[in-house]
């Protein structure tokens, strides 16, 4: 079992920056690909960024590239998403979420996923 604790959500001003963190629990973090996905009302959960268990491979949404920058710290048990110049269309609960992995890949689908964060808000003004 693998516990998740979002961090870092806020208010911000269109073209700010924020920066999250997800906490994991447990001794196994490095055998856990992750993902960030974000989902605003009324509409679907979206992928934003997966990072593979070593943190070698990442990927992003084409909406997000040269944006945001997903890390992980294995000895800290933590991901991180840094996000900056955010937009109004992007104020959404953000969720990080991890999957059990053998392969050294990152995964786009949130189906894959097997544990979720309970979500942390970020609202960008405009």
């Known amino acids: 079992q693998v516990q998740l604790v979002e961090s870092g959500g806020g208010l911000v001003q269109a073209g700010g920056s924020l920066r999250l963190s997800c906490a994991a629990s447990?001794?196994?973090?490095?055998?856990?690909?992750m993902g960030w996905f974000r989902q605003a009302p009324g509409k679907k959960r979206e992928f934003v960024a997966a990072?593979?268990?070593?943190?070698?491979?990442?990927y992003y949404a084409d909406s997000v590239k040269g944006r945001f920058t997903i890390s992980r710290d294995n000895a800290k048990n933590t991901v991180y998403l840094q996000m900056n110049s955010l937009k109004p269309e992007e104020t959404a609960v953000y969720y990080c979420a991890a999957v059990r992995d053998s392969t050294g890949n990152y995964y786009i689908s949130p189906a894959v996923y097997d544990y979720w964060g309970q979500g942390t808000q970020v609202t960008v003004s405009s």
């Open positions: 447990g001794r196994t973090f490095s055998s856990y690909a």
């Open positions: 990072i593979s268990r070593s943190g070698g491979n990442t």
